[in-house]
């Protein structure tokens, strides 16, 4: 056994591998290209957002954008349709890296936009597999955060770096890693200082199963709240209230009031807030829900002196935010002033954090350019999900008038939705590079209206 190679040997092995290589085709390479590069995000992840952010900015330099790292404090984003409350905000500066591929004024431009950060990271994952090593099995890639959104990242880094490999004439491209989660606001803040286009691609995997397949063009308005519904202690000193109950006033008692008062609401904008596009997917337009109820943790045996209910409420695009804080706000307030107790002490409704919605109808000469590259990529004509509640698509729309809509490969798992193993299919990721450089060339090569 030749346990320290000749020169004879290595030069064997570096011929076969030199060998080995030129039998790949280009495809063949530029695929494999494509998985390292997503690999390398996702173990970047470990060392920060800031590790993760400089691999794209290091890669888009390389492929001749004009690259800068701008950063920016998501507290002080300037918003439209949008807003949340201090508790829910992001803290701390952050830090957009804006990719520019110069182009001519007289063509169409692009926007397109991902976002670098995932969940964070606790003690025990629970995964089974290394979540920071990019394994590959049976033809998923498993990383933490590889479709939320590591897989949206690498798509348009590449997608633009073959456009620019391509050459011809085209208009302005530009990139957007902009932090997303918690309020994190980045693509607002980008838009906001001056980022701009004739339209807009959000890329991110689709989280619904369909995977290429469908388009996200459609995304629901949602607020979020917390309702507090005050009691009153029973006159006692003991410890123990059960033998005083009927001399306290139980603010569980008062909430049952308040979540009727939202039900009857809820049943009613059912019946009367509608949308084609939302009723023909699940047959309802708009809901409340009251998702939790919390009492401070007490003792069973003691009366608590406040009820919180929690709870969201979606509605379509078209119909104001503030209409629906509103409509909320009067079922409370009469709710409150048919009781006594609440007539006196009515509870308090904070509005955590609300977004408005938007559309790209499928008609726009965007919608139709995208679903035309993806088409070419799949055999089969992609569909719009209407479900993607408060998706990021609606940015750009709301925020400055860009048509937009968003797409991804078929994904499972994620973290975000509590599960573990997150996975993005491997030739979903790679059609979609695809797909998007098409929607790069076809668009962008025409000239602006």
Request: proline content about 7%; some cysteine.
């Amino acid at each position: 056994m030749c346990v320290q190679p000749c020169s004879a040997c290595q030069s064997t092995g570096k011929d076969q591998f030199l060998t080995q290589i030129a039998a790949e085709s280009p495809v063949d390479r530029q695929d494999a290209d494509a998985l390292e590069f997503l690999r390398a995000l996702i173990a970047a992840q470990p060392a920060g957002e800031g590790a993760v952010q400089e691999l794209v900015r290091a890669r888009l330099e390389r492929s001749g954008c004009t690259v800068e790292a701008r950063p920016y404090d998501p507290a002080a984003v300037r918003l439209v349709g949008e807003f949340a409350a201090e508790s829910a905000q992001a803290k701390g500066e952050r830090v957009n890296v804006i990719a520019r591929l110069p182009g001519d004024p007289t063509r169409r431009s692009m926007l397109m936009f991902a976002h670098p950060d995932s969940e964070p990271v606790p003690a025990e994952s629970g995964w089974t597999l290394d979540p920071f090593a990019g394994v590959e099995r049976n033809g998923r890639l498993y990383g933490w955060g590889v479709a939320d959104d590591l897989a949206g990242v690498a798509s348009g880094v590449l997608a633009i770096e073959r456009a620019a490999k391509a050459g011809g004439a085209l208009g302005e491209v530009i990139l957007v890693s902009a932090p997303s989660k918690r309020h994190a606001r980045g693509v607002a803040a980008a838009l906001h200082d001056g980022v701009g286009a004739d339209a807009s691609l959000y890329l991110h995997p689709a989280e619904s199963g369909a995977g290429l397949g469908e388009i996200k063009a459609f995304a629901s308005g949602q607020l979020e709240f917390r309702i507090t519904v005050p009691g009153r202690l029973p006159p006692t000193n003991e410890p123990g209230h059960t033998a005083f109950a009927h001399l306290a006033v139980n603010p569980l008692d008062k909430a049952v009031m308040i979540v009727a008062a939202l039900r009857a609401l809820d049943a009613a904008r059912g019946q009367r807030v509608t949308h084609a596009a939302l009723q023909a997917a699940v047959g309802r337009s708009t809901n409340i829900l009251v998702s939790a109820l919390d009492t401070g943790g007490g003792k069973l045996g003691r009366v608590p002196r406040e009820a919180v209910l929690g709870g969201a409420v979606s509605f379509p695009p078209g119909e104001a935010p503030e209409a629906v804080q509103s409509e909320i706000a009067a079922a409370v307030a009469e709710a409150c002033a048919a009781d006594d107790w609440l007539r006196e002490n009515p509870a308090q409704i904070e509005w955590i954090s609300g977004v408005t919605g938007a559309e790209c109808p499928p008609e726009h000469p965007f919608y139709r350019c995208v679903a035309v590259a993806v088409a070419a990529q799949t055999g089969s004509q992609p569909h719009v999900n209407p479900m993607h509640t408060s998706s990021d698509i609606r940015n750009p729309m709301v925020q400055r008038g860009i048509p937009t809509v968003g797409l991804g490969g078929l994904c499972g798992d994620l973290t975000h939705n509590g599960r573990t193993d997150e996975w993005i299919d491997v030739a979903d990721y790679l059609r979609t590079i695809a797909a998007v450089t098409g929607v790069i060339r076809d668009w962008c090569a025409a000239p602006r209206a």
